[in-house]
């Protein structure tokens, strides 16, 4: 019996002493050299630091502490990073994540909170070496784009409207090469300023490309205005960027095809407003670097840049002070396929978009959902390789949009205001970008049955832990 007291009395005795040492760690207060800055390195200079878009620099203590209300207010509501799907529904595996995790937002707001103290200056992680000047952001994994295909210059005015830019521009290629992935951005940096949105369409005769590659239809260009010949615009989309996106990367086994004699149809946006506080002429000249795969390697697939939802805003009718809602339907008729990412784009009135599939059987599969779409964001949101949709041949892709026309959406530039479709920022749009790559029967249900085994031994490993 004694002994029994004396271990409880021993127990007692080691919580006793611990638990002060546990709520001292508590109360120890975090800093920014140790516990913040490490997040900011990884999750925010990508655009904070001087040089690139983002309004302020945030890479040492001096610079990010008058922001740090402002940060914690950010981060808590899920703003920034820029990051917007909803992490409830839908797939959330992705290539691209640079959200924070939970316990990376409760680091930043108990510093704040804290008084966001600054640290020892030993704990401050080692300085990310970034790329200087205006630079190829995807060299660091490819080196430098082995093709540059140039638009032609524009300059801007002062205080002038928005402008669409539509040069068409040869493709220096004498042979036919495939292409692993594109980067889109503006020679000059300023020109990033202006720049909204830049559209590359691909003029080629099909007729030249490889039987199991064609593309035999006049596939997601169905634009009036396009200058095309109709008969060329078999090629469709060769890529999009709009702001907040860096390009586009093909899965091992897939890319985009360029044939000699191609040519681009650009249509750029340039934006005045997104130039109002210098109010002076800007000139943006607008490139792709296009990294191609060795001479002589043929991909399995080529992949299809395709505009899902209402096109160019057909359909849109948003009265003022309203919140509305529309749908686009793309059905996936070559073959089954996989869906390579979820790119929503709407303008200001833009609140929120689902992309969901319908099943030949009847059954629906939300896919993903951005709850919180933020316009200066053009998130592509690009699926793990284990993680893509995989869908059957006459599958339907359905797209839904939502827009705020009302005083609660800040970003509302008038809510008494009726809103239609259109080009103009102030108009609206709802339609996904999205790249699809086609599969053949035999590879889609070999990838399937893949899935099914990790599964089942993810489950296996998870029951014996």
Request: a negative charge; hydrophobic letters at 40%; aromatic letters at 8%.
């Given at each position: 019996?004694?002994?029994?007291?004396?271990?409880?009395?021993?127990?007692?005795?080691?919580?006793?002493?611990?638990?002060?040492?546990?709520?001292?760690?508590?109360?120890?207060?975090?800093?920014?050299?140790?516990?913040?800055?490490?997040?900011m390195r990884e999750k925010c200079e990508v655009c904070h630091r001087s040089g690139e878009a983002a309004p302020m620099s945030l890479t040492n203590y001096q610079e990010v502490r008058p922001w740090a209300r402002s940060i914690k207010?950010?981060?808590?509501?899920?703003?920034?990073?820029?990051?917007?799907?909803?992490?409830?529904?839908?797939?959330?595996?992705?290539?691209?994540?640079?959200?924070?995790?939970?316990?990376?937002?409760?680091?930043?707001?108990?510093?704040?909170?804290?008084?966001?103290?600054?640290?020892?200056?030993?704990?401050?992680?080692?300085?990310?070496?970034?790329?200087?000047?205006?630079?190829?952001?995807?060299?660091?994994?490819?080196?430098?784009?082995?093709?540059?295909?140039?638009?032609?210059?524009?300059?801007?005015?002062?205080?002038?409207?928005?402008?669409?830019?539509?040069?068409?521009?040869?493709?220096?290629?004498?042979?036919?090469?495939?292409?692993?992935?594109?980067?889109?951005?503006?020679?000059?940096?300023?020109?990033?300023?202006?720049?909204?949105?830049?559209?590359?369409?691909?003029?080629?005769?099909?007729?030249?490309?490889?039987?199991?590659?064609?593309?035999?239809?006049?596939?997601?260009?169905?634009?009036?205005?396009?200058?095309?010949?109709?008969?060329?615009?078999?090629?469709?989309?060769?890529?999009?960027?709009?702001?907040?996106k860096v390009g586009d990367v093909y899965r091992e086994g897939s890319g985009k095809l360029l044939m000699p004699g191609s040519k681009i149809s650009w249509d750029i946006h340039l934006s005045q407003a997104m130039n109002a506080k210098?109010?002076?002429?800007?000139?943006?000249?607008?490139?792709?670097?296009?990294?191609?795969?060795?001479?002589?390697?043929?991909?399995?697939?080529?992949?299809?840049?395709?505009?899902?939802?209402?096109s160019r805003g057909r359909g849109i009718d948003i009265p003022p002070g309203q919140i509305a809602a529309t749908q686009g339907f793309t059905v996936l008729s070559r073959g089954p396929a996989r869906l390579e990412n979820f790119q929503?784009?709407?303008?200001?009135?833009?609140?929120?978009?689902?992309?969901?599939?319908?099943?030949?059987?009847?059954?629906?599969?939300?896919?993903?959902?951005?709850?919180?779409?933020?316009?200066?964001?053009?998130?592509?949101?690009?699926?793990?390789?284990?993680?893509?949709?995989?869908?059957?041949?006459?599958?339907?892709?359905?797209?839904?949009?939502?827009?705020?026309?009302?005083?609660?959406?800040?970003?509302?530039?008038?809510?008494?205001?009726?809103?239609?479709?259109?080009?103009?920022?102030?108009?609206?749009?709802?339609?996904?970008?999205?790249?699809?790559?086609?599969?053949?029967?035999?590879?889609?249900?070999?990838?399937?049955?893949?899935?099914?085994?990790?599964?089942?031994?993810?489950?296996?490993?998870?029951?014996?832990?």
């Open positions: 019996m004694r002994v029994a007291n004396l271990g409880a009395l021993s127990a007692c005795a080691i919580l006793t002493f611990a638990a002060p040492s546990r709520a001292a760690e508590a109360r120890a207060p975090l800093t920014f050299t140790k516990d913040v800055a490490p997040i207010q950010k981060v808590e509501s899920r703003m920034m990073p820029p990051w917007h799907i909803d992490k409830t529904v839908g797939i959330q595996k992705f290539k691209n994540d640079r959200s924070l995790s939970d316990e990376q937002i409760d680091t930043i707001v108990r510093w704040v909170d804290g008084g966001a103290v600054e640290g020892d200056a030993k704990d401050m992680p080692a300085p990310k070496q970034w790329p200087t000047g205006n630079g190829w952001k995807l060299a660091e994994q490819f080196g430098e784009p082995e093709l540059i295909i140039r638009a032609t210059p524009y300059t801007m005015e002062a205080r002038t409207e928005d402008k669409w830019w539509k040069p068409i521009v040869d493709v220096p290629l004498t042979e036919m090469r495939w292409v692993r992935a594109v980067e889109t951005r503006t020679m000059e940096p300023e020109g990033r300023k202006i720049l909204h949105h830049a559209v590359a369409s691909l003029i080629q005769d099909e007729k030249t490309v490889p039987e199991q590659f064609r593309i035999t239809s006049p596939a997601n260009n169905d634009d009036d205005d396009d200058p095309t010949p109709a008969g060329d615009r078999g090629a469709g989309l060769f890529s999009e960027w709009a702001i907040g210098e109010a002076k002429p800007v000139t943006a000249t607008v490139e792709l670097g296009v990294y191609l795969y060795p001479k002589g390697y043929t991909p399995k697939y080529r992949t299809i840049l395709t505009n899902m939802g209402a929503p784009h709407m303008h200001l009135r833009g609140k929120a978009m689902s992309l969901e599939a319908i099943l030949p059987n009847g059954q629906r599969q939300m896919l993903s959902f951005v709850n919180n779409f933020q316009f200066n964001w053009m998130n592509s949101y690009e699926y793990a390789d284990d993680a893509a949709p995989l869908l059957p041949k006459g599958t339907i892709i359905a797209v839904t949009a939502w827009h705020d026309n009302t005083v609660g959406n800040k970003n509302n530039p008038d809510p008494t205001q009726w809103v239609g479709g259109g080009d103009r920022s102030i108009d609206e749009m709802a339609h996904a970008w999205v790249n699809v790559t086609y599969l053949s029967e035999e590879d889609y249900k070999a990838e399937l049955a893949k899935r099914k085994a990790a599964q089942a031994k993810a489950t296996t490993d998870q029951q014996q832990q």
